[in-house]
């Protein structure tokens, strides 16, 4: 078989398995940042290209100075940015960027809306869910309440707990556009964005108190969860620091899967904002989960803070499949988790352990799935239905993602991996105590949105690959 003919069955595979998602979500507005913007602030405000940007590490973004800082800086680098915003500075927002639209936002949102699209019976918990939020869910997404102290799953727009909506500020820019910062030019190198987000002690990344104690019954209603939210790292009032956090967030981790030992748990990861602390969580929790979702920027950080300063100088002084696969394989081994997906433009990398509780073909097939989801996403925006997956079959993955192939062979082979001959067309190479899969991927030019493309592509392999699983009547 071709890899077009790997797609073609790819893209008829079907989610039915159930499919929980927690924690985070929020409404995000997006915002096209369009060079006649930046060159209406720069006119009403040239004093702001004369400030610095003053701002302790971990502090909000309160200034309209501060902003356009950081926005200059990630234009120039064309990288996706994360960072906490002063609720203050979002009426400024929308006053210097006329062009934006409110969309759901969030990995657990974002994840939730995607499978219900796909398909599967989706479920998803959120510490605040007020009515506007509610509103942004598909209709078809349920909500654990508690009812006369017993559980039960509603209709979304049934499970309203809060007035309160976090707003995540989403700057997306497309590749090759010039933006004119005073006497400084910056031309973009790839579509990419940046998000400032909205914070409120009530948006707690854990369960709460009240449906604690019926945690077994949640995990055992599904059969595969994303878990995301835990780079907040505290919980005001209940888990002050570090380690109550990470005490709690085991704890109930461990009742999920108290009833339902086979449930599949994901981690996808979102950076915290101090790197000694994110040492002590990924090493606490990731080993407790089944997957760890991460992407090609995002990996650097994680190798650095883990000790791994060679593998990620590599992959900064020349980011190649071979590099990634080098990286993506020590975090593999320190961390202890059974499959490991590294996405990134154009190909993905994903590890398992030996044995693995599907085989590497339906990895492989899973992964060619989410990629055409991921693709559809990207040239139309929002979730994507299931219907419209089928059309990406007539549409040939990367470039990008088949060269990747060919270097690896090559550099791999040299360097004395067991990379067979057929290699560049199955993308499967075979070790002692892992199998690694190199997946070529589909790339949309311009895309309508980057935001939630690297959950999306997570969240459809993983569910896909756990719904195959269900198929050949294996364990989950």
Known sequence: ????????????????????????????????????????????????????????????????????????????????????????????????????????????GIIANQMAALGAQAYVYNPVLSELQAEMYDPRVRFPVL?????????????????????????????????????????????????????????????????????????????????????????????????????????????????????????????????VEEEVLLRTLVPRFDSFGINETEIIRVLDALGFEEEAGEIARNERSFSLYQGALALWRELGVQRMHLHNLGYYIIIIAKP????????????????????????????????????MADIPLSSIGFTQLECFAEEAGAAGYPVEEDFVRTGIMEAEDHIMILVPAHVVPNPVSTVGMGDTVSSSAFAAEVSLGLRTGGPI
Request: contains cysteine.
């Open 147 to 275: 009812e006369q102290g017993r559980l039960q799953w509603v209709p979304i727009r049934e499970g309203v707990n809060s007035t309160w909506t976090k707003v995540n500020y989403i700057f997306e820019y497309p590749k090759d556009a010039v933006y004119q910062f005073g006497d400084r030019t910056v031309t973009t190198v790839r579509a990419n964005r940046v998000i400032l987000g909205t914070r409120n002690p009530l948006a707690a990344m854990g369960f709460s108190e009240e449906i604690e104690p019926y945690l077994p019954e949640v995990g055992a209603a599904v059969d595969v969860g994303f878990m995301a939210g835990y780079h907040h790292g505290r919980i005001e009032g209940r888990a002050d620091t570090l380690e109550e956090f990470l005490e709690l967030s085991l704890r109930q981790h461990s009742a999920l899967k108290s009833q339902n030992p086979e449930l599949k748990l994901h981690y996808e990861y979102v950076p915290m904002t101090a790197s």
């Open 356 to 391: 693995y509780h599907v085989s590497p073909e339906d990895v492989r097939r899973a992964c060619l799935f989410a990629s055409a989801v991921n693709a559809v996403k990207a040239k139309q925006g929002g979730a994507v239905p299931y219907d419209a997956v089928a059309q």
């Open 1 to 108: 078989m071709t890899w077009t003919d790997y797609l073609s069955e790819a893209v008829r595979t079907q989610i039915n398995c159930r499919v929980f998602a927690a924690f985070n979500a929020n409404v995000d507005m997006v915002i096209n940042v369009r060079p006649e913007d930046v060159a209406a602030i720069t006119a009403a405000h040239p004093e702001l290209l004369g400030q610095k940007h003053h701002r302790v590490p971990g502090r909000p973004v309160s200034t309209p100075a501060q902003f356009l800082t950081l926005l200059e800086e990630c234009l120039e680098a064309g990288k996706s940015y994360y960072d906490v915003v002063q609720a203050e500075l979002g009426e400024w927002f929308l006053q210097y960027f006329p062009e934006h639209t409110e969309a759901m936002g969030g990995q657990a």
